[in-house]
């Protein structure tokens, strides 16, 4: 009696809509193309069309798509809850985030700006840095 295999799908499409873009997991900035499915990223490719990278992804590139699907990614704001280095926060919306923030400097920005210093990376951060 022959056994019968169950159908498997082998060739099971990746995406159901491709979008190109640029990574940010470094300052190189290779050409990506990013495949969708259901809304969420589904698999991250280099652009072969790119003048970077010419369709190579490293590693790190490859893993930008835990920047979107990883348990742990922040959703909303922070705000600790219990003592210093227990762990324990609460999410918060981001108007009460920049009221706290603004609250904070708000009285050093009159009464002494130059206390303030701000240092960034150079990668995500230059979006609030750059004009
Ligand atoms: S694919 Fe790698 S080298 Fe290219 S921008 Fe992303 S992290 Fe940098």
């Given at each position: 009696m022959a056994h019968r295999q169950p159908e498997l799908d082998?060739?099971?499409?990746?995406?159901?809509e491709v979008r190109q873009t640029t990574c940010?997991?470094?300052?190189?900035?290779c050409g990506i193309n990013v495949h969708m499915k259901g809304g969420r990223v589904a698999y991250i490719e280099g652009n072969?069309?790119?003048?970077?990278?010419?369709g190579v992804l490293c590693a790190k590139g490859s893993a930008g798509i835990m920047q979107h699907?990883?348990?742990?990614?922040?959703r909303a704001p922070l705000k600790r809850?219990?003592?210093?280095?227990?762990?324990q926060f609460e999410e918060i919306t981001w108007d009460e985030a920049l009221d706290i923030a603004a609250g904070w400097l708000a009285p050093l920005r009159k009464?002494?700006?130059?206390k303030l210093a701000f240092f960034t990376g150079r990668d995500q951060s230059q979006s609030f840095t750059s004009h």
């Open positions: 082998l060739s099971p499409e990746v995406s159901d940010y997991m470094c300052a190189c900035r072969r069309d790119h003048p970077v990278n010419r699907n990883a348990p742990a990614r922040l809850v219990g003592p210093r280095g227990s762990g009464t002494a700006p130059e």
